[in-house]
C-alpha cells in the first residue's frame, strides 16, 4: 500500500456540523459542490450510531452546512447506540454498519439504507515488522481472538510468514468494548472463515471474546489501544489506520490471494454486491470472491422510521443524503470510502418514498437536476 499521510483536522467551525471525536474530523473540501435543495424552516439534523462512517459524515457535514446552512450534529457513539435512539425517536436518522433485517425493520417501523462503503482491518503494534508485511490467514486471526494462538512466534504464525522475524511475545488482542456493527463485520467474517468461531461466538454487534483481551470505546479507542500496547492487535475502519499511521496485516481472502487493505481492493469486493435483489437492502459484503478482493468490506447504512413523527426533519435529512450523493463522492474517496454506485443511488432514492407523512405522501421529492 502506498505511504499516505493524512491530517484531520477539527475547525471550531465543525461543532456546528458535527460532533468532534479525538480529530476524526477531516480537512476542509476544496471543490464547490451544487446548491442543495432548500431545507424550508429546518435548521439542523440530528444522527447517531456508527464509528465507522464518521470521518466522511463528518465531512459531508461540514460542506453541506456550508452549502446550505443546515448543520447536522452527529453523534459517534457506535451502531448499537444508533439503533436504540432512532427506536427511541431522538435522532432524525440512526447509522448502523450491521443491517437489520427485514422483519426487524417492519417491527420497528423503520426503513434503511446503505450510504457509504469501505473496509475493517487488522492492525498491530509489532516493533520490527514494516507495514503490510505481516500475513494473516482467516484460521490465524480467529486462532488469535479465540485464544488458541497466544504468542507472535506460534508456529501457525510462523508458517504463514516463513520470512519475518516475529518476536516471542504474548499477544494482547484488542476489540471494541461498545455494540459495533465494525464488531459485526468482523466477527461475521471470523464466523465464515472458523468454523469453530461460528460454533463458539457467532457474528454480533456485540460479543463474548473468549480470548481476553482489552476493550476500547469506538474505533479511535480501538485505535488508541493498539498504539499503547506493543504487540497487540485489533480490528479498525481503514481511515481510522491511515489517521493514526498504523501497521496494518494481508488477510487472505475467499479465493486464497494475500491482499493489502486499499481503495482497490475495497473495490473489488463491492463490485460483487447485489444490492437489486436485496430486500430492504439486507447485505453483508464479508469474504467477497475476486482475487483483488478484500475479504471484510461492508456498507453502513441509515435508518428511519417510516412514519416519522417529525416528517419536516425527515425530509432535510434525506436532503441531506441526496446532497452527499450527488456531490460527495470524490469527499468519499479522499478519505478512502467506497461511493454508491449511480444505479444503487437510483434504487436507493426510490426506497425513500416509503417514509411517508400523516397525509400518507412521501415526505421528499427530487429536486429539479
Known amino acids: 500500500m502506498k505511504k499516505i499521510s493524512m491530517l484531520f483536522a477539527v475547525a ?16 476542509a473540501q476544496q471543490d464547490q459542490p451544487a446548491a442543495a435543495q432548500p431545507a424550508a424552516a429546518v435548521g439542523s439534523l440530528t444522527g447517531a450510531g456508527a464509528t465507522f462512517p464518521y470521518p466522511i459524515y463528518a465531512k459531508w457535514a461540514e460542506a453541506y452546512r456550508k452549502d446550505s446552512g443546515v448543520g447536522m450534529n452527529y453523534q459517534s457513539i457506535g451502531s448499537g447506540g444508533g439503533i436504540k435512539q432512532i427506536k427511541a425517536g431522538t435522532v432524525d ?6 443491517p437489520l433485517a427485514p422483519e426487524d425493520l417492519k417491527a420497528s417501523g423503520l426503513v434503511q439504507f446503505p450510504a457509504i462503503m469501505g473496509g475493517v482491518i487488522p492492525v498491530v503494534n509489532l516493533a520490527g515488522v514494516a507495514p503490510g508485511t505481516l500475513k494473516l490467514t482467516g484460521a490465524n486471526l480467529a486462532d488469535i481472538y479465540l485464544g488458541k494462538i497466544k ?11 516463513p520470512d519475518l522475524e516475529l518476536p516471542s511475545a504474548r499477544i494482547t488482542t484488542v476489540q471494541r468494548s461498545d455494540g459495533s456493527g465494525t464488531t459485526f463485520l468482523f466477527t461475521d467474517y471470523l464466523s465464515k472463515v472458523s468454523p469453530e468461531w461460528k460454533e ?7 460479543v463474548s471474546w473468549p480470548g481476553g483481551g ?7 479507542g480501538v485505535a488508541s489501544y493498539v498504539k499503547q ?15 493514526n499511521d498504523m501497521n496494518y496485516a494481508q488477510l487472505q481472502n475467499a479465493d486464497g490471494q494475500f491482499v493489502k487493505p486499499e481503495l482497490e481492493s475495497f473495490q473489488a469486493a ?17 469474504q467477497q470472491p475476486g482475487v483483488q478482493s478484500w475479504p471484510i468490506t461492508g456498507a453502513s447504512f441509515i435508518l428511519m422510521h417510516q412514519k416519522p413523527k417529525k416528517p419536516e426533519q425527515a425530509a432535510a435529512a434525506l436532503r441531506f443524503f441526496d446532497w452527499a450523493f450527488r456531490n460527495g463522492d470524490q469527499m468519499a474517496k479522499d478519505l478512502h470510502y467506497i461511493p454508491m454506485p449511480a444505479p444503487v443511488v437510483t ?12 397525509d400518507g405522501k412521501p415526505v421528499w421529492t427530487p429536486p429539479a437536476r
Not at 152 to 160: N, R, Y
Open 12 to 27: 471550531a467551525s465543525l461543532a456546528l456540523a458535527c460532533t468532534p471525536q479525538k480529530d476524526t474530523s477531516a480537512p
Open 93 to 98: 436518522f440512526g447509522a448502523s454498519d450491521r
Open 151 to 161: 504468542t507472535w512466534d506460534d508456529p501457525a504464525l510462523k508458517a504463514t510468514n
Open 200 to 206: 463458539k461466538v457467532g457474528a454480533e454487534t456485540a
Open 214 to 220: 482489552v476493550g476500547g470505546k469506538g474505533n479511535e
Open 229 to 243: 500496547f506493543p504487540n497487540s492487535i485489533g480490528y479498525v475502519e481503514y481511515a481510522y489506520a491511515l489517521q
Open 270 to 286: 463491492a463490485a460483487n454486491a447485489d444490492w437489486a435483489a436485496a430486500e430492504n437492502f439486507y447485505l453483508v459484503l464479508t
Open 347 to 358: 434504487l436507493i432514492e426510490e426506497s425513500w418514498k416509503q417514509i411517508q407523512g400523516p
